[in-house]
């Protein structure tokens, strides 16, 4: 494989944008559970991660390009809060879905839910709160650029919620 393959060559490594926001696949590994053969609470963490990271790949907002600064002042997204809720354990080989959708973007802050879910069974459940901010860690209002592309879906998850999708 060349270093020039990307995601292009692989679109499913980044899961896809639906109505409701994105979905990530996820296979739980060795190194994501605890002595007990469940998933870690803190690997929940990284996939979550994993999940708002690719919501931006795939809208074009990816963190090199955020960060790089080269058509506007670098950029950098900070979590700043997170309501999490454990409901259910994931095991050893288990598939899961990662469901990311944004709910609202006001100044520098956004507010994003995220459900892990094995099958249709819930297994955990939060409320993201990110923050806009620049390499010193000043907050900066979301550019017309990012706001639209979050905005696009944040109507479709709202559309889908009323069922005007």
């Known amino acids: 494989m060349s270093a020039e393959t990307g995601a292009a060559d692989w679109p499913e490594i980044s899961g896809r944008l639906e109505a409701g926001g994105h979905s990530l696949g996820v296979r739980v590994y060795y190194e994501d559970t605890d002595t007990s053969g469940l998933v870690y609470h803190a690997s929940y963490l990284r996939f979550m991660e994993r999940g708002r990271t690719d919501l931006l790949r795939l809208l074009g907002i990816g963190h090199k390009a955020l960060g790089s600064g080269e058509d506007h002042e670098a950029l950098f997204f900070a979590v700043r809060r997170m309501a999490i809720e454990f409901l259910r354990p994931a095991a050893i080989d288990d598939l899961l879905t990662v469901e990311t959708s944004p709910q609202s973007i006001q ?19 939060a409320e993201v709160t990110v923050a806009l901010v620049n390499p010193s860690g000043r907050p900066r209002r979301f550019p017309p650029h990012i706001r639209d592309r979050l905005d696009a879906v944040t109507s479709k998850v709202s559309d889908s919620l009323t069922g005007r999708v």
């Open 107 to 125: 100044g520098a802050r956004g507010i994003l839910l995220q459900r892990v879910v094995r099958d249709d069974a819930l297994l955990v459940s």
